[in-house]
């Protein structure tokens, strides 16, 4: 049974202008002490699927459907419509969880050590102390050096790499089974999210946690993760195991970002294949499948018209489009642009 | 264009230090040395790329150049003119020749204004042209962006991202300048979107003979754009080189790491990873003797004590004692490869960064030491 | 030629940012009624001469036309000729007996809001009852005070100086407010330091107190005088609201490009930086407007406020306070007070949610 299961997950935000839907038909899998990538552009519904597991979709959002299955010691439970008292012990107990600005999940006024332990007492019935203890540890195991002297530190006094390691910290108080990490280097300088990325891999090895990583880095991706997940326009649109995917891309929308990367490469010699169009919002997802008015091998009339479902096109690869293996050749100008 | 072998800008020495005040006089009790001394050229129609992490200064540079902030010392000369010693009058006429865009194309552009008064308000400023005229000019840079001209009637708020990025190009060229500063053009774009403002850049610099300084923090889109590459580190520029050079032989330890930290896709490519200690100093107190010393694990007594000089090789230039050592010792393909090497020997020594390196291997763009050389 | 955005170009609604406020605004249902109401209250004090008086709207005397009814705006602009042929204030029977050829349009009805009415002033009225007999009637529709002045008359007279208090001192208010921060949030350095050393001694400054001062030096204190008190002493808090506004807008991107193509100061601040930093302060201004009404109304009625005769509505309140039986002193003004002070917070709140970006955003 894998630690996290997601069925069918439909989140939709209801707003003066329409229901509209971020994260529609998602599912998902992560096995005990796997790291799962989750990548997409803004407005995919990456970091809609993360709050849905936590609970924490907020008004006027809300779960429309599907289940979210996480195994608690054998047992699966289903954390849609779980009662909040329920959630709340399996959110920072059970799954832990990192954002992407480290300084706003930080509470300026109080002091690092203050911080984690209030994470630990949260879920453990421990004295004051062994909770300051148990702090101390979680730094050290952050690897933050001179922890002694951290503990009493507040959070503007610390650099940002350092904030994101007493963040991890704190998701880690209670060995969670799953780390669910939304952007957790994005705000970071190259040299400090490899420190990061690091440090990650390495809890993960040794505290056999599962991590599900949200980014829009397929850098990130393919260097830290066992299983990746593209969304797209509140869809999936492949899964793969990371080599897999990132040797031979199905979707045209992987292949498009892959082509895309300027990685050694020279202006001068060749212009990259970029993806025409842009990327559409929930208010205004298209019919059909979603990447049709952007896709290079769209057809008529099929595309346009019918949703392609998640189909396993290879063992453990599946991919939504119609076409995928059999793409023929790219259409110089997708249909929908040139329409215009 | 009267001299061919004068560079079109030539910053040299240039220095941006902002004031620290506090109290209720507001004394000043320090300097944050955002831009430290930095010399470069750029010839007319090349583009120079300037990388480092935030907080490098890579920014504060990109406007001191325009004086948008004011520099300290140093000079700037564009064109044959001392930026720096020019009156407003003659600062805003030299503004239209030289042009800035900036990374958030949602603040960059205020949305109170029609994309038709924000194109026109260089234009109304330079005097240039009648009612027509103008127009003509807003649609023609609006087409050369890749915009319709109705979006003349339109404000920022109804466009996406990238669109609204063109716009801002847009602006940048209705004055027809010479060079443009893009400071940071793409990072905050989506991933599909960049590589069309990269290309669109790309397509503007040929059909237009512009000359770019293109700042960023994105090694990859760097090393695809740039004719040259300076790298920074606090307020200083620690290696300057052609960028097939650089990305080849870089020598500096920082740009080493700099390298090395890159995620990439490419399992043939991913390098055995360099993970610095520690964070970046405050630029209000930076180190001592080399800036970099403190994060760098090939550093001596020496690099504590003395700033280290240019060391020239060709037309790469380095700021690095142990850079110097090993290029009076032999050749910069064999330097390049021995520092990584020792680069690699110490992380393995940290205990560290040796776990999660995957996969180690050689390729073409890859420091030539970097798989070899293990040991 | 580039090669196309080959972005879908949204359809054409060029919207501007209070376009855009107005029609968030718009589909706010309590607010929109307190606009009204407010515009409302506004065409009461614009027509007041009109809806309640005893002068004649517009009048034919001898052969030539005249508005008596701008008296009430300012007492000198009663046309001399009346006061030359003794007409006393009491037009209708004057009218008749000096030039039978005359016409007049007439006030809605025919009150004043600064005297009784005498018995057959007007043909047939009978005069207004006085002390705690003047209930509320079909002649004095919301009754008459201790000495017989009609409440509806003041009333409506009262609705002008409301307005014009809360208006001129906000306005007074928020051309120096918003200046004196603009500019020292703008230029910064010294001009700041002194600029906002200058806003914290007024904001140390309590208007109450520095009115009565004034009230008890001055000879004739007027209504003027206490509104330049109240705008004087008003707009710390719009200062440094625009101060913060300037220091958080002057650094933001849009200006550095403005500065780029070559912008100078007074363009980025006319242009660029005032149309962003209006709307955060005309929720305070709006609030303030509230707030000198409330001023006004309470200084009145403590009895230092206009000197009577007065059309305050807050000096009705005082005449009611020697004899509380008379509740209709009590109640058509209180509720006024109320029902303006309220419309005007309604107002603010809305223009707060039609104005706010982060609403703005929620609503994306």
Redesign the interface.
């Known amino acids: 049974m894998p630690l996290l299961e997601i069925r069918n997950l439909v989140t939709a935000f209801h707003t003066p202008a329409g229901r509209v839907p971020a994260v529609d038909g998602v599912s998902l899998s992560i096995e005990r002490g796997t790291t799962l990538g989750l990548v997409g552009e803004s407005g995919c519904g990456k970091s809609v699927t993360a709050m849905s597991v936590l609970g924490l979709v907020a008004s006027p959002g809300r779960i429309e459907a599907g289940q979210i299955l996480l195994d608690r010691d054998g047992r699966s439970i289903d954390l849609v419509g779980l009662p909040e008292r329920q959630l709340r012990t399996i959110r920072g107990g059970r799954i832990g969880m990192i954002f992407q600005e480290p300084m706003t999940s930080l509470n300026p006024v109080f002091t690092v050590g203050n911080q984690v332990a209030e994470a630990v007492r949260l879920h453990q019935k421990v004295s004051r102390q062994a909770a300051r203890a148990r702090a101390l540890e979680l730094l050290r195991l952050v690897r933050i050096a001179d922890p002694e002297r951290r503990l009493d530190e507040y959070p503007h006094q610390l650099s940002g790499g350092m904030r994101q390691r007493v963040v991890i910290a704190m998701a880690l108080a209670c060995e969670p089974d799953l780390l669910i990490a939304d952007e957790p280097t994005t705000a970071l300088d190259v040299t400090i999210q490899a420190q990061v990325l690091e440090l990650l891999a390495d809890l993960r090895q040794r505290l056999g946690m599962a991590i599900l990583l949200i980014t829009h880095d397929l850098g990130v991706v393919a260097e830290t993760c066992d299983e990746v997940a593209v969304m797209y326009a509140g869809r999936i649109v492949e899964r793969a195991a990371a080599a897999a995917l990132f040797a031979r891309p199905l979707h045209p929308y992987t292949i498009g970002l892959l082509a895309a990367r300027p990685e050694h490469r020279r202006a001068a010699a060749d212009p990259l294949a970029a993806i025409p169009g842009m990327v559409p919002q929930p208010r205004d997802f298209p019919a059909g499948c979603r990447f049709h008015p952007r896709c290079p091998f769209v057809r008529e009339p099929r595309c346009t018209a019918e949703l392609p479902s998640l189909r396993e096109l290879e063992p453990g690869h599946l991919v939504r489009c119609h076409y995928a293996g059999d793409l023929g050749d790219p259409a110089t100008v997708p249909a929908e642009a040139r329409a215009e | 264009m009267s001299d061919a072998t004068a560079p079109l800008l030539a910053v040299s020495d240039l220095e941006t230090h902002f004031p620290i005040r506090r109290g209720l006089l507001r004394r000043v009790v320090g300097q944050v040395r955002a831009v430290d001394g930095i010399s470069f050229t750029i010839q007319r129609g090349r583009t120079l790329g300037l990388v480092g992490e935030s907080g490098c200064g890579k920014t504060t540079a990109g406007r001191s150049i325009l004086r948008l902030v004011e520099p300290t010392a140093g000079s700037v000369r564009f064109a044959g003119r001392e930026v720096r010693a020019e009156r407003p009058a003659a600062l805003r006429s030299l503004r239209r020749r030289m042009q800035i865009v900036f990374q958030d194309p949602y603040g960059s552009l205020n949305p109170r204004m029609t994309v038709r008064a924000l194109l026109e308000e260089g234009l109304l400023v330079h005097r240039m042209g009648d009612g027509r005229e103008r127009l003509r000019r807003m649609t023609a840079a609006l087409e050369r962006t890749g915009m319709p001209a109705g979006t003349l009637a339109r404000y920022p708020h109804e466009f996406s991202g990238g669109q609204r990025q063109r716009i801002a190009i847009a602006r940048a060229l209705v004055l027809e300048p010479e060079f443009l500063v893009l400071d940071e053009p793409i990072s905050a774009l989506d991933v599909s979107i960049q590589a069309q403002v990269v290309n669109l850049l790309v397509e503007l610099r040929r059909e237009l003979g512009l000359t770019y300084l293109f700042v960023s923090h994105d090694l990859s889109v760097v090393e695809y754009i740039s004719d040259d590459v300076a790298v920074m580190y606090l307020g200083r520029l620690v290696e300057t080189a052609p960028a097939t050079d650089l990305y080849a032989r870089p020598l500096h330890p920082y740009t080493h790491a700099l390298f090395s930290a890159v995620p990439s896709v490419e399992a043939e490519r991913r390098r055995r990873r360099i993970i610095l200690p520690g964070d970046v100093p405050s630029p209000a107190r930076p180190p001592a003797g080399c800036r970099f010393h403190p994060r760098c694990p090939l550093a001596e007594a020496v690099c504590r004590e003395v700033d280290p000089p240019a060391t020239t090789i060709g037309g790469h230039r380095v700021h690095c004692h142990v850079a110097a050592r090993e290029l009076a010792a032999g050749d910069a393909a064999a330097a390049s490869q021995r520092i990584a090497s020792l680069l690699t020997a110490a992380g393995g020594d940290r205990g560290e960064a040796s776990k999660i390196v995957a996969t180690a291997a050689t390729s073409p763009h890859s420091p030539p030491g970097s798989g070899k050389a293990t040991p | 030629?580039?090669?196309?955005?080959?972005?879908?170009?949204?359809p054409?609604?060029?919207?501007?940012?209070w376009a855009e406020a107005w029609n968030r605004y718009r589909r706010m249902p309590l607010a929109m009624a307190a606009l009204i109401f407010i515009g409302f209250l506004a065409a009461v004090a614009l027509f007041a001469p009109a809806i309640a008086g005893t002068k004649p709207v517009i009048c034919k005397y001898k052969g030539r036309l005249y508005l008596p009814c701008l008296a009430y705006y300012n007492r000198g602009w009663e046309p001399v000729v009346f006061a030359r042929d003794k007409f006393r204030g009491e037009y209708p029977a004057n009218l008749e007996a000096k030039d039978p050829e005359s016409w007049a349009i007439w006030p809605l009805v025919f009150q004043d809001p600064y005297r009784a009415v005498r018995r057959d002033e007007w043909p047939g009225l009978p005069a207004n009852p006085a002390r705690d007999q003047g209930h509320p009637s079909s002649r004095n529709l919301f009754g008459t005070t201790q000495t017989g002045v009609d409440v509806f008359a003041k009333m409506i007279h009262g609705t002008t100086v409301a307005l014009l208090v809360g208006f001129v001192s906000m306005g007074i208010a928020a051309t120096i407010g918003i200046t004196v921060g603009a500019l020292a949030g703008y230029f910064g350095g010294w001009l700041d330091?002194v600029f906002s050393r200058i806003t914290e001694v007024v904001m140390c400054i309590p208007p109450l107190v520095l009115i009565l001062a004034l009230l008890a030096i001055v000879e004739k204190p007027t209504i003027w005088k206490m509104m330049a008190v109240l705008g004087l002493t008003g707009w710390t808090g719009i200062s440094r609201l625009m101060r913060a506004e300037f220091l958080r807008l002057k650094s933001?991107?849009?200006v550095?490009?403005?500065?780029?193509?070559?912008?100078?100061p007074g363009?980025i601040i006319l242009?660029?930086v005032l149309?962003?930093a209006l709307a955060p302060v005309m929720v305070p201004i709006t609030f303030g407007i509230a707030a000198a009404i409330l001023t006004e109304s309470g200084l009145s009625f403590l009895g230092f406020g206009q000197p009577p005769p007065s059309a305050s509505w807050g000096s009705l309140l005082n005449d009611a306070r020697s004899n509380l039986k008379m509740w209709w002193l009590v109640a058509f003004p209180g509720a006024a007070i109320f029902l303006t002070v309220l419309a005007f917070n309604l107002v603010g709140e809305g223009l707060q949610q039609a104005t706010d970006p982060r609403l703005r955003e929620a609503?994306?």
């Open positions: 030629m580039s090669e196309p955005a080959r972005e879908s170009i949204p054409p609604r060029p919207r501007g940012f330091v933001a991107e849009f550095t490009a403005a500065r780029s193509v070559g912008a100078g363009r242009r660029h149309p962003n609503r994306k």
